[in-house]
Structures are given as structure tokens and as C-alpha cells.
């Protein structure tokens, strides 16, 4: 069992920052490849960016490519989203989410935990 909480989000203006952390609970934390979604109002849930296990390898959407950054720290079971450049589009509620195993990582459906989220607003 791997219990999730994101935190760190707020409202920003376009072109800030902000850094989205999620805490995991559970012994096999290291275990899981990581991933971020958002969803916004009236929209499907998206894929925002993924990292392995060992963070060796990331992920990106296209529209994050160069503007977003993920990290994990294993030791202190927690997984970042460093978000510069921040648009409008990018607003929406953003889950963390855990996935075992090697699977397709950009889809949430494979994924096994989820976060509650937490809004991300960005103004223009």
C-alpha cells in the first residue's frame, strides 16, 4: 500500500513558478514509478511527466517539454514537479500518482495509487 499527498500548489501568474512535491507513505516506495497528471474543468485527465523507479529516466508531455522538471528523492519518499514558464492551459488540479511494475507509464489507467491533488491556477 502506498498512500499519496501532493501539496505545494497555488495560484501563480503566467511565466512564474511554482514546485509541486508529493509525499508517499509505505515501505515499498521505491518500488514505484511516479507520475503527474492535471486535469482541468470540462477535460480528460492528462499525462504531464513520469519517472522511473530509480528516477534514471523521465517522461514528458509535449506541452511540457523545456518548462517542467521531475526529481524523486527515494531516502525521503517524495517526488517534485518544478513548473517554470506557467501558462494559462496549465491550469487544473494535478495528481501524483504511483505505478508498480514496468508499464505504460503514460497512461493513468495502469497506474495503482493516486493522490487527492492539488489546484494549480495561473493567471494571465
Known amino acids: 500500500q502506498v498512500q499519496l499527498v501532493e501539496s505545494g500548489g497555488g495560484l501563480v501568474q503566467a511565466g512564474g513558478s511554482l514546485r509541486l512535491s508529493c509525499a508517499a507513505s509505505g515501505r515499498t516506495y521505491s518500488d514505484y514509478a511516479m507520475g503527474w497528471f492535471r486535469q482541468a474543468p470540462g477535460k480528460e485527465r492528462e499525462f504531464v511527466v513520469a519517472?522511473?523507479?530509480?528516477?534514471?529516466?523521465?517522461y514528458y508531455a509535449d506541452s511540457v517539454k523545456g518548462r517542467f522538471t521531475i526529481s524523486r528523492d527515494n531516502a525521503k519518499k517524495v517526488v517534485y514537479l518544478q513548473m517554470n514558464s506557467l501558462k494559462p492551459e496549465d491550469t487544473a488540479v494535478y495528481y501524483c500518482?504511483?505505478?508498480?511494475?514496468?508499464?505504460?507509464?503514460?497512461?493513468?489507467?495502469?497506474?495503482?495509487?493516486w493522490g487527492q491533488g492539488t489546484q494549480v491556477t495561473v493567471s494571465s
Open positions: 500518482a504511483a505505478c508498480s511494475g514496468y508499464r505504460d507509464y503514460l497512461n493513468g489507467d495502469e497506474y495503482d495509487y
Open positions: 519517472i522511473s523507479r530509480s528516477g534514471g529516466r523521465t
